[in-house]
């Protein structure tokens, strides 16, 4: 007698077979997920975010985060990654990336009115990793200044930088409140840094993430009086000045007490 088991492992009952082979899913509506990565490093002291150029509809032409359609044999994890890699050539891994938020208001996207795309967003951050390479179907991918953007300076005209397509504006919003969020209390700023950094480029970090000017001596304090949030290596780099000491992350995963935004 055959034996049917889930992908678990688990048996499955008569009654369970019996539905799955009778399922019908047009009998739904028609669903589909989709996965968009917020990937954020800083280049010349400014927070950039990676964005692709659409080469095709819905809305070609216009500027979006890399993403693209779950397939069936792969986790949404998984999915994010793969079109990271598909559409701008970063195949490594982020120093960081976690599961930000599922956005699913009716109407998001234009295929609404045929099939139901639900997004699964992530946050990514990482060092520069150089220049993007536009592939799949992109037309082309670039970091932009998130202050070059329109929806994100009020100083700007919707003519001066890329307006996003989609919902995509929103996620970038809830993604820079997430990173901005994360700084306070966790070591996270180091995901943004080479291994090796001094801490002037991890108060750069801060600058750039929080929008606003830190008083570096009294971040260097607070920063070598934070247990485990960086280990010095002994080694120094040569600067303008005198040479700066270099530092590593340290085994801490949260500041204890957090770091605070400066009030705006």
Request: net charge negative; glycine share 6%.
């Given at each position: 007698?055959?034996?049917?088991?889930?992908?678990?492992?688990?048996?499955?009952?008569?009654?369970?077979?019996?539905?799955?082979?009778?399922?019908?899913?047009?009998?739904?509506p028609?669903?589909?997920?989709?996965?968009?990565?917020?990937?954020?490093?800083?280049?010349?002291?400014?927070?950039?975010?990676?964005?692709?150029?659409?080469?095709?509809?819905?809305?070609?032409?216009?500027?979006?985060?890399?993403?693209?359609?779950?397939?069936?044999?792969?986790?949404?994890?998984?999915?994010?990654?793969?079109?990271?890699?598909?559409?701008?050539?970063?195949?490594?891994?982020?120093?960081?990336?976690?599961?930000?938020?599922?956005?699913?208001?009716?109407?998001?996207?234009?295929?609404?009115?045929?099939m139901?795309?639900?997004?699964?967003?992530?946050?990514?951050?990482?060092?520069?990793?150089g220049?993007?390479?536009?592939?799949?179907?992109?037309?082309?991918?670039?970091?932009?200044?998130?202050?070059?953007?329109p929806?994100?300076?009020?100083?700007?005209?919707?003519?001066?930088?890329?307006?996003?397509?989609?919902?995509?504006?929103?996620?970038?919003?809830?993604?820079?409140?997430?990173?901005?969020?994360?700084?306070?209390?966790?070591?996270?700023?180091?995901?943004?840094?080479?291994?090796?950094?001094?801490?002037?480029?991890?108060?750069?970090?801060?600058?750039?993430?929080w929008?606003?000017?830190?008083?570096?001596?009294?971040?260097?304090?607070?920063?070598?009086?934070?247990?485990?949030?960086?280990?010095?290596?002994?080694?120094?780099?040569?600067?303008?000045?005198?040479?700066?000491?270099?530092?590593?992350?340290?085994?801490?995963?949260?500041i204890?007490?957090?770091?605070?935004?400066?009030?705006?």
């Amino acid at each position: 007698m055959a034996i049917h088991r889930n992908k678990h492992g688990e048996d499955l009952s008569e009654e369970d077979i019996d539905f799955v082979k009778n399922y019908e899913p047009r009998d739904y509506p028609p669903n589909a997920v989709t996965a968009d990565v917020i990937l954020l490093t800083i280049r010349s002291g400014r927070l950039a975010v990676l964005l692709v150029e659409r080469a095709s509809p819905p809305q070609g032409g216009s500027w979006a985060l890399p993403g693209g359609h779950l397939n069936p044999e792969e986790s949404i994890h998984e999915t994010a990654l793969r079109e990271l890699a598909e559409k701008t050539g970063f195949a490594a891994e982020p120093a960081h990336l976690e599961q930000l938020q599922t956005y699913s208001t009716p109407g998001r996207d234009a295929r609404d009115t045929k099939m139901r795309v639900t997004s699964v967003a992530y946050l990514a951050f990482m060092p520069d990793p150089g220049t993007p390479k536009a592939g799949s179907d992109a037309r082309s991918a670039r970091f932009w200044a998130v202050d070059d953007l329109p929806e994100f300076n009020s100083q700007l005209t919707w003519e001066e930088g890329p307006v996003l397509a989609f919902d995509h504006a929103a996620m970038l919003r809830d993604g820079l409140e997430r990173a901005a969020s994360k700084l306070e209390y966790t070591t996270l700023a180091t995901a943004f840094v080479d291994e090796q950094f001094t801490i002037s480029d991890l108060r750069r970090v801060y600058e750039a993430v929080w929008r606003s000017i830190i008083d570096a001596p009294n971040f260097s304090r607070k920063v070598k009086a934070t247990s485990g949030f960086i280990e010095p290596t002994g080694v120094k780099r040569a600067t303008g000045r005198a040479p700066a000491g270099l530092f590593v992350k340290g085994e801490a995963d949260i500041i204890s007490p957090p770091f605070f935004r400066p009030a705006d």
